[in-house]
């Protein structure tokens, strides 16, 4: 069920170039089930900044749940200013995850995280490989200094980093580590900028891929029409799903991205 | 009686308290987070003769104090919303107030006409006002006689009582106002949207894919007060005041203006629980003002020489 | 060269950037915070024929993300502005855009004629745009053919190029545009402020006394950008673009719509200093965007396929 | 000379029902010379509310100064709720305040407080006392809650109490004391509601009276017109003074109230 809650900062940190960790206590944690879902943080009481800001739940603990997210605009901004204690306005939890039920024991799934599409991938981390589910991670940044949560990751199987500039791991993108491991992955799941989701959509690296979809929000609901994308059976008429809440993950091949 | 009972052409409010359409899809969303029951009425989502995907994303911008969206419409077609969405709606005690939108004449009448027939649609809200499409729209809310002529059409074919929303895009919105009261408008509903633009220093282009958008949200609540208190003088129909209402003060705001009652559209966004919220603190508030009833507020802002009673928030 | 000197019509500037009329005075005030000749150029308060006392107070009101102001252009009237103001201003190595007003055709022709004769007025602003005075003002902003037959009239006696600053209040901003384009302004300045109003709920009456005023500030941002982003592609003179500027990235903002130049109202009132900030922090935006000159920032967002050097602030 | 400056609080304390004392500490204090200027506050960043507001220096002090603010709308609630040690923007000092200099040393100077109109009363009575000057205060208050800077008044001198409802001081406003003070006062500084200021006015208890006038300001220093009142000769002509950068200390009679 979705709440809305005053959650409690209990730690917000910076973990990389411009990455904060944020760690907030409510009890809509415990509504919290799959990683991918996403919660609406409203930054600051008043209208300054006016809308909730999407972010991806990283970790659902025991009361509590943790987002990363990147320093950027004003919203996120403000976010980052916060201190421990204060209370946060947030709305969750929304939308539908990566299905972890879709990995059997014993099969390989491969997690794919760009940038601030990372945290997702540790709570699928966890959740998979409390399973028994293999799983191995590709994570991709611009640059050495933006780099996070390998060691994290490193906890439920193998971690490749890729960055841009190769100043850290393997110099390019995580499409370059994926085409490296042709015909290991039983499942990928990504999430990521766009166009390497795109890419990822075209190599089609696995019998099964879900993709979590980014777009730009209102309600974070599915009442205000505003993140709508094309289905892919009917790309140019009038089917269509909502990423807030059809998704943010959907099947590749499922709509148009 | 309760403080806040209202009845206008078509609607019998429990409360003058209502979702703007486009920011409540077809209430489904929000049945999950309170009972629609509580609610005074829904405006329900533009309805147009033919489903409409709309315009491309983005299609929502932030803005000082507001946002933009260019949504375009989008919405299941005329005989999905008679045959689906009504009534699934009919299972929650409150009037709906279905939004129309079309192209030309032909499509408003055309929607006008079935929609008006289902058992839970008190009123309709005739949407000359959109800003976010090429044809149709904000065209017959930008010019009197196009206007005066669709309401009138709409009102031949329509079983219950026409609202009309006003577009805030115009030089003289009284001229509008008075040109569908002529054309025989039960109310009228302002304001809709304020074509607006921003541009993404990243990239040089604007945020929204269909570049401009509708604004809406606090920073458009002036503009709305000045509307309304200047229509309200010079018509006879009432008036749903919309834009940029945050709370109950805004609502009174509203009422003082010439308003009967009001809407919230982008606050939903920001607060899903805004209405019932709403809803609840308006008794108190009125009791603050020593008021009886909310009606007594409405255009009391140009009902000279009746001061309010001293009130502190 | 610097990278951010403009020509335009009667204007040789430094920089861009410029307060607006009616938020800096006559620049006294200002002159004790900081250098005026750091200023593209100052355009002075609106001036009429007579001194005018203006409207009763208050006369400001706050609003969401914005202000609204109904002054009612008060000014020492057009002997002591050509006598007093403007030879003190002429210590600063900075040009003046004389805004003008009135009441009548006559008005604008009686101020136009003197004021550019000063030396240092290099450059008119016709207010066609005041929503604040019962007579004139906004009555030529929203009729195209009253504003073009001004225009032209001012056009005859003037000896400096023209600029005629633009209400938002309009159905179709093109329009009058273009019309002020055909009656001979060499420029236009837009956009002026949005008519609303706020009431007080302590009162029920509106704050300000003049009921109604103008809506400026943050709020009207993305209703300037949109104007001047429809109105560069239809007209072939300069636009100096103003409305909600708080910053140099909105300063860009407004360039990337279709400004040539951009002005500073409000936030003046907000930090006194923030003119010579953004005419600090203009250069490293625009290395940051890469852009070797701001002029070639100037309506990009319509000339397509030029996407600007990936820009992150 | 006028200066904006981040300074930071040093303290901010409720004194009495919605009232709060905030001292700042800010090199622009050293500029600070009259009680009467007053400064103008930005009470958060960005634009909720946008607008400064202005209060009254209650106090200078060496390297810092008091203001003295109710709780009433949005700013002055944001205001209320800052804590030690952060930085509030603040342009000042504005305007010209009471002119000690009047009062001569050995006379008496009553001065008179109304509600937020006290504060500038204490840095008043101050100077004036310094001076030799005989202090006589008079504050009125709506309600004994609501009273404050009364011990601190009396540092300088007599001070007489005055609540609407009776339940502190004397009943009734302060205009009913200075009525029983008939011929005692050789100069009157007053500050306060505006039909407070007219009833002063109209007394003419003294020789001399210099009052504070209050309007909705936009920018504070002299340059928007927002704050503009017709002088006494010439109530319905062209002549005008500007409260903030004028005033908002005024001769009686100088302009119409
Ligand atoms: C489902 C979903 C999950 C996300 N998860 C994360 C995450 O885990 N960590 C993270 O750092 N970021 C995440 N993002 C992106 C994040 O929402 C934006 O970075 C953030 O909203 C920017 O806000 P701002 O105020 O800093 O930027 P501004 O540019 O000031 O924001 C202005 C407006 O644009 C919107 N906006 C700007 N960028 C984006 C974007 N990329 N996607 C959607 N809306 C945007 C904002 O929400 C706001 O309404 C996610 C986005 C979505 C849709
Ligand atoms: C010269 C001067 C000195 C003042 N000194 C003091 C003081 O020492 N202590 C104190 O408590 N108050 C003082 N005031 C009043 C104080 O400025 C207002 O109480 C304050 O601005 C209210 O802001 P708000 O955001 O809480 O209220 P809101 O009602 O939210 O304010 C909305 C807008 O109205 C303006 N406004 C509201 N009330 C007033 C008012 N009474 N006067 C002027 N503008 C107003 C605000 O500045 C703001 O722009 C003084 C006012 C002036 C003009
Ligand atoms: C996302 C969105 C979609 C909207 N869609 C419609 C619509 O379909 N029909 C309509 O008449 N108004 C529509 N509106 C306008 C609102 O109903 C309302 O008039 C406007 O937003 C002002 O109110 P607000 O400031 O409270 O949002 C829409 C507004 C928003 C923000
Ligand atoms: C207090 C005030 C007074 C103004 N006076 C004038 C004026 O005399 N002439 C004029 O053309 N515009 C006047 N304006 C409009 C501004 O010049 C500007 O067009 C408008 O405020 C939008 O810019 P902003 O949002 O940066 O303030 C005034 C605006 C304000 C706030
Ligand atoms: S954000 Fe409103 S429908 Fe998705
Ligand atoms: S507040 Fe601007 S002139 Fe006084």
């Known amino acids: ?257 | 009686m309760s403080s806040l009972s209202i009845q206008l052409p078509g609607l019998n409010l429990k409360n003058p308290v209502m979702p703007a359409s486009g920011c409540f899809g077809f209430g489904r969303e929000f049945s999950q987070l309170y009972d629609l029951s509580g609610l005074g009425a829904i405006m329900i989502k533009a309805t147009t003769p033919e489903p409409r995907f709309g315009n491309p994303t983005p299609r929502v911008a932030e803005t000082p104090g507001g946002m933009l969206n260019a949504i375009g419409l989008q919405n299941p077609g005329l005989e999905k919303v008679f045959n689906e969405e009504l009534p699934w709606l009919e299972q929650f005690d409150v009037p709906i107030m279905a939004n129309i939108a079309g192209s030309t004449e032909d499509d408003y009448v055309k929607v006008a006409e079935q929609l008006s027939k289902a058992p839970n649609v008190h009123a309709l809200e005739l949407n000359i006002s959109c800003p976010n499409v090429k044809t149709g729209g904000i065209a017959f809310g930008t010019d009197p006689e196009m206007a005066k002529a669709l309401t009138r059409k709409v009102k031949e074919v329509s079983e219950v009582p026409v609202y009309v929303k006003l577009s805030p895009n115009v030089s003289d919105i009284v001229k509008i106002a008075r040109a569908v009261e002529e054309g025989g408008a039960d109310g009228l509903t302002m304001i809709n949207t304020l074509l607006g633009m921003r541009i993404d220093l990243m990239t040089g282009q604007p945020i929204l894919a269909n570049k401009t958008g509708g604004l809406s949200g606090p920073s458009v609540k002036p503009v709305a007060i000045r509307m309304i208190y200047e229509v309200s003088q010079r018509v006879s129909i009432p008036i749903i005041g919309m834009g940029g209402i945050q709370s109950a003060e805004d609502v009174i705001e509203f009422f003082l203006a010439g308003a009967s009652a009001a809407a919230v559209g982008t606050q939903n966004f920001v607060d899903p629980f805004i209405c019932p919220k709403i809803i609840e603190e308006l008794p108190e508030m009125l009791a603050k003002m020593g008021a009886d009833h909310i009606s007594e507020l409405t255009g009391r802002s140009w009902k000279k020489n009746e001061r309010l009673a001293y009130y502190r928030p």
Chains 1, 4 share one sequence.
Do not use: W
């Not at chain 1, 909730?52 to 403000?78: C, E, V, W």
């Not at chain 1, 939890?93 to 879709?102: T, Y």
């Not at chain 1, 990751?153 to 850290?168: H, I, K, M, P, R």
């Not at chain 1, 994308?229 to 909502?242: I, N």
């Open chain 1, 1 to 257: 069920m979705i709440r809305q809650e005053n959650c409690k900062i209990v730690s917000n940190r910076p973990i990389a170039d411009n990455i904060f960790e944020l760690v907030l206590e409510g009890e809509l944690s415990a509504e919290m089930a799959q990683s991918g879902q996403f919660v609406h943080v409203k930054v600051a009481d008043g209208f300054d900044p006016l809308l909730r800001r999407p972010i991806s739940i990283a970790s659902i603990n025991d009361g509590s749940f943790t987002i990363i997210y990147r320093r950027q605009g004003k919203g996120t901004s403000l976010l980052a200013d916060k201190s421990i204690g204060i209370s946060v306005d947030v709305l969750g939890p929304l939308g539908n995850g990566f299905p972890a039920d879709e990995a059997k024991p014993g099969q390989t799934a491969v997690l794919v995280g760009g940038g601030v599409g990372v945290p997702p991938m540790y709570e699928l981390a966890k959740q998979l490989a409390r399973k028994g589910v293999n799983v191995i991670s590709i994570i991709g940044f611009q640059s050495s200094n933006a780099v996070f949560y390998e060691k994290e990751l490193a906890e439920f199987g193998e971690v490749y980093v890729a960055t841009v500039d190769g100043s850290y791991g393997r110099k390019g993108f995580v499409t370059d580590i994926l085409d490296g491991l042709e015909g290991q992955a039983d499942i990928v799941f990504a999430c990521g900028p766009t166009p390497m989701l795109r890419a990822i959509e075209n190599g089609a690296y696995a019998p099964k891929t879900y993709l979590s979809l980014e777009e730009r929000m209102g309600c974070g609901i599915g009442a205000c029409f505003a993140c709508v994308c094309h289905t892919k059976d009917d790309p140019q008429g009038f089917s269509y799903k909502k990423v807030c809440s059809d998704g943010p993950v959907f099947q590749a091949g499922e709509v148009v991205i």
